[in-house]
């Protein structure tokens, strides 16, 4: 069984930078694709990014893009999303997903991660 636990989150200001980490167990976590989501009070979860198996193929939302940067460390079983510049609009729990198929590209985000969500890790950003 897929256990997944977020950290890193925090307070910031406006323009800060935060360095979230996504640690994995219970299955190879080299083979599969993850991805970040978010969800803010009262909105619904929304995709931020995802990374293939071997670190390849990043993918952003557009909100996101040029600001946030996925990698992974599959030697430490962790995915991390890199935040600089973050803005206002940014404040959210911040959760973290793995594919259930193995070796795939994160190409249909909609449908490919499980529909189970760990606790997550809040951002909160101060104008």
């Known amino acids: 069984q897929v256990q997944l636990v977020e950290s890193g989150g925090g307070l910031v200001q406006a323009g800060g930078s935060l360095r979230l980490s996504c640690a994995a167990s219970?299955?190879?976590?080299?083979?599969?694709?993850m991805g970040w989501f978010r969800q803010a009070p009262g909105k619904e979860r929304e995709f931020v990014a995802a990374?293939?198996?071997?670190?390849?193929?990043?993918y952003y939302a557009d909100s996101v893009k040029g600001r946030f940067t996925i990698s992974r460390d599959n030697a430490k079983n962790t995915m991390y999303l890199q935040m600089n510049n973050l803005q206002p609009e940014d404040p959210a729990v911040y959760y973290c997903?793995?594919?259930?198929?193995?070796?795939?590209?994160?190409?249909?985000?909609?449908?490919?991660?499980?529909?189970?969500w760990g606790q997550g890790t809040q951002v909160t950003v101060s104008s």
């Open positions: 997903n793995q594919d259930q198929q193995p070796l795939r590209p994160p190409v249909t985000i909609a449908t490919m991660f499980f529909d189970s």
């Open positions: 219970g299955r190879t976590f080299s083979r599969y694709a």
């Open positions: 990374i293939n198996w071997n670190g390849g193929w990043p």
